[in-house]
Nanobody, 120 residues
């Protein structure tokens, strides 16, 4: 089994910064893409940032230039540095990873989520 555990959420004022981290553990042979999503009440979960195993990144337009995703393949971790935070960034942030743990295909795993609240 594979577990993803996020940390680093909290309360911050608008314009401030937070860094989220996510660690994958368990039976891991390989990790493909690692992603961050977010969700607010009544809305669908939305993709925030993606990083491939090779380090290529992609961002949602609403975070470009403010958020930076990174990963440490040796430690099976992914981070999200969030700068210039806005009240509209308030959400539960979820870590997602495509993991090869057995068999021949990658499966999607999710963390439990971490709350980020940005006050105006």
């Amino acid at each position: 089994q594979v577990q993803l555990v996020e940390s680093g959420g909290g309360l911050v004022q608008a314009g401030g910064s937070l860094r989220l981290s996510c660690a994958a553990s368990g039976r891991i042979l390989s990790i493909n893409a690692m992603n961050w999503y977010r969700q607010t009440p009544g809305k669908q979960r939305e993709l925030v940032a993606v990083i491939t195993s090779g380090g290529s990144t992609n961002y949602a337009d609403f975070v470009k230039g403010r958020f930076t995703i990174s990963r440490d393949n040796a430690k099976n971790t992914v981070s999200l540095q969030m700068n210039s935070l806005k009240p509209e960034d308030t959400a539960v942030y979820y870590c997602n990873a495509y993991v090869l743990s057995s068999g021949s295909w990658y499966q999607s795993y999710w963390g439990q989520g971490t709350q980020v609240t940005v006050s105006s």
